[in-house]
């Protein structure tokens, strides 16, 4: 299905808060962090966007996984690039459920087409070929697969790629040869193409070889999850899953599509929460708060702290 759609992009505004004057300090800022990245993929560039702002939402990587912090009643979109100069099929999943269709997700079901180059923003549940549901975050009970009975699965968002069959152009047809040394020149060329050369002996091994990589991809990716879920500490507030928002327009159409294999090319998934929950469990890093440092030799205010007017000696 072809993308097109309509949305609305709302301004945010930042307050300022007021800090007290003081004298500049000599303290040198502590080194950055590691930056998140925004956008993740190789086939296509995915990211979340606060659909508020319009600004994609850092994507953190932590034990094997990619990250992203919500806010409860914030609306959110999936953005996607194509990133190949060929079609590409996108078959989508939020918590579990496939977003066109609303099935518990399969890799083989329906998603969306994007030809060469085409980026698009995905805002919501598809309900019609001109409507969505907008994605909006929410706690887990009041998530849409939740309410639909499939609550096992919700904080996740996940984008199975495909690429496009290249049709096989026809077989030359056969040239008529003329007779040599008594044998038919058509029954030499049948000779020869039925003798195995040893590259078509060593064929057979490449897929098979291939499918045991991508058993171990897999098996790898599986015990990443499961080791992070593990490791995972308990959240301290309730976490996040994804209602089915209010109605808005979104025109999409229809076309083909032929898969080029039956297993997606790239699988994509990010995970969700709180920004809160996110931090309790370390997947967001918080910088130690900066100190005043101790000059090398002499100082030359040794009676002086950093800080404000203490409180005065209690009366006797």
């Known amino acids: 299905m072809k993308r097109r759609l309509l949305f609305s ?54 034990r094997g996984e990619y990250w992203v912090a919500g806010r409860p009643g914030a609306r959110y979109a999936i953005r996607a690039r194509n990133a190949m100069g060929e079609r590409i099929m996108a078959v989508m999943s939020v918590d579990g459920v496939n977003i066109v269709t609303g099935e518990t997700a399969g890799v083989l079901q329906n998603g969306y087409v994007f030809s060469g180059g ?45 690429r496009e069959r290249v049709p096989v152009p026809p077989p030359a047809p056969p040239v008529a040869f003329p007779r ?7 029954e030499m060329e049948r000779r020869r193409s039925e003798a ?3 590259v078509e002996e060593a064929a057979p091994a490449a897929p098979a070889a291939q499918a045991r990589s991508a058993d171990s991809a897999l098996g790898a990716e599986a015990a990443a999850s499961a080791k992070g879920s593990l490791a995972r500490p308990s959240p301290p507030t309730p976490s996040l899953g994804t209602a089915h928002g209010r109605r808005e327009t ?39 708060p900066a ?3 101790r000059p090398e030799g002499p100082s030359a205010f040794p009676g002086s702290e950093m800080g404000y007017v203490p409180d005065p000696p209690a009366r006797y």
């Not at 294999?261 to 790239?266: A, I, L, N």
Request: glycine share 8%; hydrophobic share 35%.
């Open 118 to 162: 085409e980026r698009s923003d995905i805002t919501g549940w598809r309900k019609s070929d001109s409507q969505i549901a907008a994605f909006e975050f929410t706690s887990i009970g009041n998530s849409y697969a939740s309410r639909t009975g499939r609550p096992d699965d919700v904080g996740v968002i996940g984008v199975a790629m495909f």
């Open 180 to 186: 040599r040394d008594g044998v038919d020149s058509r």
């Open 9 to 62: 992009t709302a301004l945010a505004w930042t307050a300022l808060g007021v800090l007290p004057a003081c004298a500049e300090s000599p303290v040198r800022p502590l080194p950055p962090l590691s930056p998140p990245s925004n956008r993740i993929g190789s086939l296509m560039q995915l990211s979340v966007i606060d659909r508020a702002s319009g600004r994609e939402l850092p994507i953190y990587r932590h």
């Open 250 to 288: 979104s025109h999409v159409g229809h076309t083909t599509f032929e898969r080029a294999q039956s297993t997606p090319d790239e699988v994509v998934r990010i995970r969700y929460d709180s920004r809160e929950n996110l931090i309790a469990a370390g997947v967001i890093p918080v910088p130690p």
């Open 291 to 293: 100190r005043w440092p």
């Open 196 to 198: 195995p050369s040893a």
